[in-house]
């Protein structure tokens, strides 16, 4: 998965983060934090209250731009082309409700 700055994404998971995040909104990517995962976190402008950090290894964020998992995110474009699938398919996907807002 290719992640970068400016990137339009859409939530797809916010279990936990349901104060920060909605399911189905479109959100731009802002920053993309890689550090000790082999996924990315993804900051989408929403400001933390307090400096941001890896929960693994501690190291310190350079902003205090709250950082989600990449995996509660799928890029609009790729998106698209899943909803197309399903639809000539038939592919069950979560949530489809939401995502069809989007
Ligand atoms: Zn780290």
């Not at 190291?59 to 998992?69: D, E, L, N, Q, T």
Request: negative net charge; proline residues 7%.
């Amino acid at each position: 998965m290719n992640w970068h700055v400016g990137q339009k994404v859409v939530c797809v998971d916010n279990v936990c983060v349901e104060e920060f995040l909605t399911n189905g909104h479109v959100y731009d990517v802002h920053e993309v934090r890689w550090c000790c995962n082999d996924k990315p976190t993804l900051g989408v402008g929403i400001m933390a209250s307090m400096p941001c950090f890896c929960t693994q290894c501690l190291r310190p964020y350079p902003s205090m731009m709250i950082g989600f998992g990449s995996t509660r995110f799928r890029p609009l474009d790729e998106l698209d082309r899943i909803q197309e699938e399903v639809e000539t398919e038939g592919i069950p996907i979560e949530e489809p409700a939401e995502l069809v807002e989007a």
